[in-house]
């Protein structure tokens, strides 16, 4: 199977195994260590590889699921316990009480939909549990929509890549250009978003 940027992801993920994988998710969901993990492409690769009996599929989705749900909670309580912390500085241009201010009303208005669509956009998903915690979202709130994000993102992805193996001939023929659709079209809403902003800032 070729490569994608570089990357062999199917020699990652039966190197690393199912605990590696789950790992990297766990990393990607709350950590600032995964930010550049491909977290989309990683889990439907897995998916497929588990379909070519290379992988147990329930031992990964579990694994997966897990990873991202304890991941997202990991983020959650850097932001809420040390967020209020770090927003101290009125001037600051990162760190300040007005961003604090800011966050906690998004959460409020937001939430919900906010932690579910982020976990299919790279990056974001790493920093929304953060802002989650530093917005100060009700726990009880940001764990529903927590497990539902999780479940939907592991599911999605994993048993796309598992059926797409169990039911194309010759699947593999089709894992680079699909694997290669999928970091376009997570990559694509961020990448609109910041564009967006930046030509806000240009009209000034």
């Given at each position: 199977m070729e490569q994608i940027l570089g990357i062999?992801?199917?020699?990652?993920?039966?190197?690393?195994?199912?605990?590696?994988?789950?790992?990297?998710?766990?990393?990607e969901s709350g950590i600032f260590l995964g930010l550049f993990l491909p977290g989309?492409?990683?889990?439907f690769t897995a998916g497929f590889l588990a379909?070519?009996?290379?992988?147990?599929?329930?031992?990964?989705?579990?694994?997966?699921?897990?990873?991202?749900?304890?991941g997202d909670n990991v983020g959650y309580a850097f932001g809420r316990r040390v967020g209020p912390k770090i927003f101290?500085?009125?001037?600051?241009?990162?760190?300040?009480?007005?961003?604090?201010?800011?966050?906690?009303?998004?959460?409020e208005r937001h939430g919900g939909k906010t932690i579910v669509l982020a976990r299919f956009?790279?990056?974001?998903?790493?920093?929304?549990?953060?802002?989650?915690?530093v917005g100060?979202?009700?726990?009880?709130?940001?764990?529903?929509?927590?497990?539902?994000?999780?479940?939907?993102?592991?599911?999605?992805?994993g048993l796309g890549g598992y059926f797409l193996g169990r039911v194309v001939p010759d699947a593999d023929k089709y894992i680079l250009?699909?694997?290669a659709g999928i970091i376009v079209v997570s990559v694509s809403?961020?990448?609109?978003?910041?564009?967006?902003e930046w030509r806000k800032k240009r009209r000034g």
């Open positions: 062999d992801l199917p020699a990652i993920v039966q190197t690393v195994g199912l605990l590696g994988v789950g790992l990297m998710v766990f990393a989309d492409s990683l889990l379909s070519q009996n290379l992988l147990n599929i329930k031992w990964l989705l579990l694994v997966c699921l897990v990873g991202a749900w304890t101290t500085k009125e001037k600051s241009i990162f760190f300040n009480r007005e961003h604090l201010r800011r966050s906690q009303e998004f959460y956009m790279p990056i974001i998903r790493t920093f929304a549990p953060i802002l989650a915690g100060q979202m009700r726990y009880p709130v940001f764990i529903f929509y927590n497990i539902l994000g999780g479940a939907l993102w592991v599911l999605t992805l250009p699909i694997v809403p961020t990448a609109i978003h910041f564009f967006r």
